[in-house]
């Protein structure tokens, strides 16, 4: 296992491809749910588990069921001369699999603990629609990752989304108390700092990883 | 229970319907989306190999993948006009991509840029066409230099990089010089 | 309610982007450019017509319990139609668009559009509701575009319109143009509201 690889994929997409900052994932939640610093933990701690649940089940699916490669399934049970092209049915598949992930979670959740329910349970539905989820899904598939890549990939997709709302809720809290013009209340102001964080990111942009 | 089993068949049968038809177009869809990437290489050999038609140039593979091309004067393979490689090299913020055609001796005969995301407006130059102007600036400078002692003027070479994007400018030369090396090197193994 | 303003609110006064800030990460994320706007503004047309419409015409069989996912169905299979057809009729649109054609799934104006409108009206009005949805979205992601390439690169659809000694602002077409963009856009509809409502 090349875990300098994994290294610079997780910091790549923490740091320099930030889903918010730089691929604008996931912007709905994003200023949404960062008003308060409570909100924005729990909701990045639920995106982050089901952007790596998500990124590990779509990879499987994929690779075993709708890529055209000697390892899918179907070309392995039922033969034929060549493997079959299910690839456009990528995005239909990869959608109903986030949603029933989310369901399935939510359900686990809320049996297994009221608690965590408690705090996380409001920000799962919301979860299916957050782009950052299909998103990273698809990046997967594109950038060719392989499985523990893909792994890493969600993980730190979630961890850099995560990031981004608890920087975005610290400012909010403080912007309550803020003279803010009256127009730019709210939302305007919202996107003005999210601006200002973007800039700041774009200083990684340049950051060399590995050779 | 029977409820379940009953919304659970109306979802498989939407399902169903919609995965059909999508197969349809998919099938319709696919010789054309093959057709425009057969295209778009087309495109990009008869910009490295102005000189060579189309139906003259050929791959060179070893197992499955593409060396390098050899482009000839006529189908029939007489007079050999120069070869095409693809180089890559990592720029500021993304694997920069190219197209290099070169003649027998090592000049460059062509050069187009396949794939970069660097940053819009500066690293982006490397394929930028002015207004006004037929082929992109940055490229057109590479023609007629030997591929193999290419650097930017801030190494002492006599490309000239772009303002603001040394890394991007840097990239490129360096990937096509290190291309044109290991073009020398399969060219040994496959002679 | 006329047909009229059936079309019209999607316009302005319910602009799914300024008003209602939903699908804001394909407008962010094409936005650096006209050309890519409006492609986009396009592609989220087509989708919101066509699924609007079958939603529409299914709503009377789809149980409530199950609607959610069948939308969903309804509207990825728009979406990859798209995909595929942009993939092979416009190569050059479908590579700056990337992964935010796939994406137009999960752009919460559509699946908002179906569930607050189409699930309960009949084909015409849904229709109409999702050319208005689909026009304002478009003029919302033009409007962004044409101020960040204007600013951003000195052209209007990649013709240059500023002459040779104009200084690009170049942050305007990197990522965080998109967000201070926005932000003042907003902000000066809200001080237009104000005014008016004084």
């Known amino acids: 296992m090349d875990l300098q690889n994994l290294l610079v994929i997780s910091l790549g997409v923490i740091f ?7 691929r604008f994932l996931g912007i709905c939640p994003y200023i949404g749910v960062s008003k308060q ?27 075993y069921l709708l890529s055209p490669s000697p390892a899918n399934l179907f070309f392995k049970l039922f033969g034929g001369s060549a493997p079959p092209d299910l690839t456009f049915l990528k995005t239909i598949a990869f959608i109903l699999v986030i949603a029933a992930l989310v369901q399935f979670v939510e359900m686990v959740i809320q049996k297994t603990s009221p608690a965590l329910y408690k705090s996380l349970g409001i920000y799962l539905p919301l979860i299916t629609t957050n782009c950052a989820i299909l998103g990273a899904a698809l990046l997967n598939i594109d950038q060719g990752y392989t499985f523990i890549e893909s792994v890493v990939h969600g993980i730190s997709a979630g961890i850099g989304f995560a990031l981004a709302l608890l920087l975005m809720a610290g400012i909010r809290e403080k912007l309550e108390m803020a003279e803010v013009p009256k127009a730019m209340k709210g939302i305007p102001i919202a996107f003005i700092m999210a601006g200002l964080m973007a800039i700041a990111f774009l200083g990684f942009s340049g950051l060399k990883l590995g050779n | 229970m029977r409820d379940i089993g009953k919304l659970g068949g109306l979802l498989l049968l939407i399902t169903t319907i919609a995965a059909t038809a999508l197969a349809g177009i998919y099938n319709v869809t696919k010789p054309r989306i093959e057709a425009q990437k057969a295209l778009e290489l087309d495109r990009a050999l008869t910009i490295a190999l102005p000189a060579a038609p189309r139906e003259a140039i050929f791959p060179v593979q070893a197992n499955d993948d593409i060396l390098y091309y050899v482009g000839y004067k006529t189908p029939e393979k007489k007079e050999l006009i120069g070869y095409a490689f693809v180089s890559h090299g990592p720029g500021y913020s993304s694997l920069i991509e190219t197209m290099v055609g070169v003649d027998s001796l090592g000049a460059i005969l062509g050069m187009k840029v396949l794939n970069q995301v660097e940053t819009p407006g500066l690293g982006t130059k490397v394929e930028e066409t002015r207004h006004g102007e037929g ?33 991007s400018s840097r990239a490129v030369v360096k990937s096509v010089v290190a291309a044109y090396e290991k073009l020398l090197a399969d060219r040994v193994k496959q002679d | 309610m006329s047909v009229t303003s059936e079309f019209t609110k999607g316009l302005y006064k319910q602009n799914p ?11 962010l994320a094409v936005s650096n450019s006209v050309e890519s706007a409006l492609g986009m503004g396009v592609a989220v047309t087509f989708v919101l017509l066509c699924s609007n419409s079958i939603i529409s015409l299914i709503r ?5 319990k199950i609607r959610i996912p069948i939308y969903i169905v309804v509207i990825a299979t728009f979406v990859t139609i798209v995909d595929l057809s942009m993939a092979g009729f416009l190569p050059a ?46 003029m919302a992601l033009l409007l962004l575009g044409t101020i960040r390439e204007f600013m951003g690169n000195g052209s209007f659809m990649g013709i240059p319109v500023m002459g040779p000694a104009f200084e690009p602002v170049l942050i305007m077409i990197l990522p965080p143009g998109a967000f201070l963009t926005i932000g003042f856009v907003l902000g000066f509809f809200n001080w237009l509201e104000n005014k008016r409502a004084k």
């Open chain 1, 16 to 22: 320099i491809n930030n889903f918010v900052f730089a």
């Open chain 1, 37 to 63: 610093l409570d909100s924005a933990i729990g909701m990045g701690a639920a995106v982050t588990f089901v952007l790596t649940l998500a990124s590990t089940v779509t990879w499987l699916i994929y690779t």
């Open chain 2, 135 to 167: 082929e992109p600036w940055f490229t057109q400078q590479f023609l007629r230099k030997p591929a193999g002692q290419l650097a930017v003027d801030k190494d002492g070479g006599d490309i000239q990089s772009i303002t603001g994007a040394t890394i």
């Open chain 3, 17 to 27: 982007v300024f008003k209602q800030a939903l699908g804001l990460c394909p407008t």
């Open chain 3, 60 to 64: 009377k069989i789809v149980p409530a």
């Open chain 3, 93 to 138: 649109l479908h590579k700056t668009l990337g992964i935010f054609v796939p994406l137009i799934v999960v752009n919460c104006i559509i699946l908002g559009r179906a569930e607050a409108y189409a699930g309960k009206n009949n084909i015409g009005l849904s229709i109409i509701d999702g050319l208005g949805m689909g026009i304002g979205f478009t």
